[in-house]
């Protein structure tokens, strides 16, 4: 995990041929993957590469009140990969900006390379696509990337989010760079509190890790119930953890679906198949 650098929108100073990536990244999918990637391409000595992404709690429309993830598992996530910088979007503050604006803003029509995908829009009411940023910026080397699909549906925060909804966290996680996961805080009871913004995933028993901020983690089960609260049971019987405790929760795999209240319990079957599974995971690691 590296240290990032996150610049507010309005603080970010340019140089000379920056690389941009822009989009909303709510969450970090593996289309995104290949902007990083051909950034990755493009780049040469001293040339920096700077993510712009919006908030994930501010929000934006396209999120429909609830996000994928908070921001502080959003970027703990990122850190793993080689940015220079974060760019951070307020969707508020930027909203009525014009697409020339925005990226006169951005870049300062400084000489730079901006990567996006194929279907990328911005500016007030999205009116600027791909095709205006060279217009805007005359200095600015565009790559556009095609849509990156799985059997011949577009991969999207909102097609991940939905598959969380139902409980699909493995198919979830085959189209993400980094496993579905988000900030807590952890009471004595292993009760989790998260963002009440964050999507909920479906009544479940699901195989997962809990990070503390020093960097010790251990594997567990996380139960959501009926009344969509969130539970941690650690294999360890003798776990104990202070009140508050902020986690980043990972979550690796559903293994089995609540539908009703007779279900809503973590029974020995779920205890030991759930052990089994990250023992295996452990022990192919090494």
């Known amino acids: ?22 989009g909303s990244f709510e969450s970090f999918h593996l289309g995104h993957y290949n902007l990083y990637k051909k950034a990755l391409e493009q780049k040469k000595d001293n040339q920096r590469i700077i993510l712009v992404t919006f908030n994930n709690e501010i929000g934006m429309p396209k999120f429909n009140g609830e996000i994928f993830t908070d921001n502080n598992y959003k970027y703990k996530s990122l850190s793993d990969l080689k940015f220079d910088a974060i760019v951070e ?90 496993n579905y996961g988000f900030s807590a805080s952890i009471s004595q009871k292993m009760e989790l509190k998260i963002s009440e913004k964050l999507v909920k995933m479906h009544p479940g028993i699901y195989g997962a890790s809990l990070l503390f901020d020093n960097g010790v983690g251990i594997y567990g089960i996380i139960h959501v119930k009926m009344d969509h ?45 759930i052990k089994a599974f990250f023992i295996n995971l452990i022990q192919n690691s090494n």
């Open 89 to 178: 979007l307020n969707f508020q503050k930027i909203s009525q900006l014009n697409g020339e604006s925005f990226i006169y803003a951005l870049t300062k029509n400084l000489p730079c390379t901006i990567i996006v995908g194929k279907d990328f829009k911005f500016g007030k009411n999205a009116s600027s696509n791909c095709n205006d940023i060279s217009c805007y910026n005359l200095d600015s080397k565009v790559e556009i990337v095609d849509l990156l699909k799985v059997n011949g549906v577009k991969i999207s925060s909102k097609l991940i989010k939905e598959l969380i909804q139902y409980g699909n966290i493995e198919d979830s996680n085959k189209l993400l760079v980094f």
């Open 229 to 273: 609260s969130y539970h941690f049971i650690s294999f360890d019987p003798k776990f104990k953890i202070e009140n508050d405790t902020n986690v980043l929760i990972q979550v690796f795999k559903e293994f089995r679906i609540i539908s009703n209240s007779q279900l809503d319990n973590v029974d020995e079957k779920d205890f030991l198949s």
């Open 1 to 22: 995990m590296n240290d990032l650098i996150i610049y507010q929108f309005q603080d970010f100073a340019p140089q000379k041929d920056d690389i941009f990536i822009l």
